[in-house]
């Protein structure tokens, strides 16, 4: 029996052994996994990571949308849509009272919860190295249903992309991954989302990487299929293979149309930049106003127009599938169009927590149908099916409105399963965009709002380059932990491992082992000559590292989570040279030393 233990003791592990060498493996283990993400050669472990990511949000989004279809289809009329089939009181009383009760809600949250839906994820994903608080999070869960509870004119995309991305994002930060890690997942979670939503999964990928991280990559893209493809798994598993809407295989029916078509993207720049504009106006009056204020009064309007309009309640799917069979006329199909986006611009610039891409998808069925209407009367018996012109101008007004005609093309494609929509789609798609950038001077819906909310920040190619690589990629793990003041063969082991930074313990600086080497090497050949000011104690062979000659650096911590663009903005902004990665685990444990010379020889290759 080992001298070492205690009576009756055996060598077999105990379950508390076992458990702590399993927590250590595990903690090993995930170590390893940070220091691999943190480089720029880390896509197999991403593409598992985008992987989980997407089961995770398809499954949040399918919780999402049981929290909104469940109780509406017990409570209203035929089906969860059908907002148009309750009483008339209803039609006023349910917005506003919902959206009183909303903002009241909020009014008691920290104010730093309030941001939701796309325009918040592309601010954290520019400004904040793509963390995601969880606040917001459930914000936009709880506050997203009950906006398409009370019928506000808002849609389910937008909740919809942030719960995807903060599912990402979260993931990221629980497990302590390196920040560069952190925008790849929650682009991840957004193309997830898209995907679980319309179950159009390449349009997902489009959307994520065209709109929301606004950067195209092979190592970014692989991960974001993967996501999309989990994505649209979960909503198949939960609701079916069935597509938000689908057209007939119809096909153009004469080329003596594409004028008419280029008429669609025409009037939809022209109902677009209005979005846009009213958008931005209502962000503009609302900052700074209270938020159960600016609910109640969009509330307040969105009622008042249900008295009239009440297509215009809730998501509104059921009114485009009426559309696309050509059941609506033409003056009505003006009027939904007009109403759903003064509703809308309004309801979402004040900041409701819903979303823009339904509503977009909605004004632009209303103005295609209306053009398909005219196209009927213009060219009897050989123009297209008005439901052909629906899809060309929901895919025109998303794509101008959002400034992403990719990601719309690929929409309207995957939503229709019609092959012959890609030809006219192209031509409306780009004529929309190219009428709201350059006629009516419009950029992006989202690039508009945070530029209004002074969030909006162009993304330099050293940006992209440094955030894309954690700190812990590139540290300088050779390094010696030391007291200020030590003796002689204190300092000669020090140097025989050969470290390539000397952290001085007490004053958190710097020093490089060729000076302490260069004053041994002085101490030996002429210790008598050094002078009485180095010398510290009443040993001779005692060392203050802080006199000696030297260079010394000095320092700040960084946590082992940051990318290298956040290294080099800390040392411009501490005028530093270099910093010390602390460990998540310790915040006094250094990991390594990340200099500007590491840097910028980086950015450099």
């Known amino acids: ?61 399918v919780l999402f949308r049981w929290a909104v279809e469940l109780p509406l289809g017990y409570f209203l009329p035929g089906s969860f849509e059908n907002f148009e089939a309750i009483s008339s009181l209803m039609h006023f009383a349910l917005p506003v009272a919902g959206a009183i009760l909303l903002g009241l809600i909020l009014q008691l949250v920290d104010k730093r ?22 606040g917001n999070v459930i914000t936009q869960f709880f506050g997203g249903a009950a906006c398409l509870l009370t019928g506000q004119s808002v849609g389910r ?14 993931l990221g930060q629980w497990l302590k991954l390196p920040a560069n890690s952190l925008r790849p997942l ?52 939960a609701f079916g293979p069935e597509i938000a809407f689908i057209n007939a295989q119809s096909v153009m029916g004469d080329l003596r149309e594409l004028p008419l078509m280029g008429l669609v993207g025409l009037v939809v720049a022209v109902f677009a930049a209005a979005y846009i504009r009213l958008h931005g106006a209502s962000c503009r009056w609302a900052l700074n106003r209270p938020i159960a204020l600016r609910f109640a009064l969009a509330g307040l309007f969105t009622g008042i127009c249900a008295l009239w309009i009440p297509q215009i309640m809730g998501v509104g799917y059921d009114t485009i599938s009426s559309a696309l069979a050509g059941e609506i006329g033409f003056a009505l199909l003006l009027a939904i169009a007009v109403v759903k986006l003064l509703a809308t611009s309004i309801s979402l610039g004040v900041g409701m927590p819903g979303g823009v891409v339904g509503p977009l998808l909605f004004i632009g069925a209303c103005i295609g149908g209306a053009v398909g209407s005219a196209a009927q009367i213009l060219m009897p018996g050989s123009a297209s099916a008005i439901g052909f012109y629906v899809i060309l101008g929901m895919g025109a007004m998303m794509g101008a409105t959002l400034n992403a005609p990719l990601a719309a093309m690929m929409a309207i494609l995957e939503l229709t399963y019609n092959p012959n929509i890609i030809f006219p789609s192209m031509l409306v798609v780009i004529a929309a965009c190219l009428t709201t950038r350059w006629v009516f001077r419009c950029d992006g819906l989202f690039q508009h709002v945070l530029r209004i909310q002074g969030k909006f ?18 540290m300088d793990r050779h390094l010696v932990i030391s007291d200020n003041l030590i003796n002689v063969s204190t300092a000669q082991q020090l140097l025989s491992h050969h470290p390539h930074w000397i952290l001085l313990r007490e004053n958190n600086q710097l020093l490089q082992p060729a000076d302490l080497h260069s004053y041994l090497q002085t101490l030996q050949n002429d210790p008598q000559n050094l002078g009485s000011d180095l010398q510290t104690s009443a040993s001779e062979d005692q060392i203050n590292l802080q006199e000696i000659p030297a260079r010394r650096y000095d320092l700040e911590r960084i946590p082992a989570d940051a990318n290298l663009f956040e290294a080099l903005e800390l040392m411009n902004r501490q005028q530093l040279d270099a910093l010390w990665v602390e460990s998540l685990s310790d915040s006094h444990q250094p990991l390594g030393i990340i200099s500007r010379r590491n840097i910028d020889n980086y950015y450099r290759i």
């Open 186 to 237: 929650a682009g991840c979670g957004v193309a997830a989302a898209i995907a679980a939503c319309f179950n159009t999964p390449m349009a997902g990928v489009i959307f994520a990487m065209e709109v929301v991280i606004m950067q195209y990559t092979i190592a970014g893209f692989i991960p974001v299929t993967l996501a999309a493809v989990a994505g649209a798994t979960m909503t198949r598993l």
């Open 113 to 134: 919860h309030h941001a939701t839906s796309i325009g918040h994820v592309m601010d954290r994903l520019q400004n904040h190295q793509g963390r995601l608080p969880l």
């Open 157 to 170: 995309e937008g909740p919809a992309v942030h719960l995807g991305a903060g599912s990402g994002s979260l």
């Open 457 to 474: 920040r162009s993304t330099e190619a050293m940006e992209q380059l440094l955030g894309s690589t954690g700190v812990r990629g590139l």
């Open 1 to 61: 029996m080992p001298a070492n233990l205690p009576p009756n003791a055996t060598n077999t592990p105990t379950d508390s052994n076992r458990a702590n060498s399993g927590r250590l493996g595990f903690s090993r283990y995930a170590e390893s996994l940070r220091d691999q993400l943190a480089g720029a050669e880390s896509l197999p472990q991403l593409t598992l990571l985008g992987l989980l990511t997407g089961i995770i949000a398809g499954a949040v989004i």
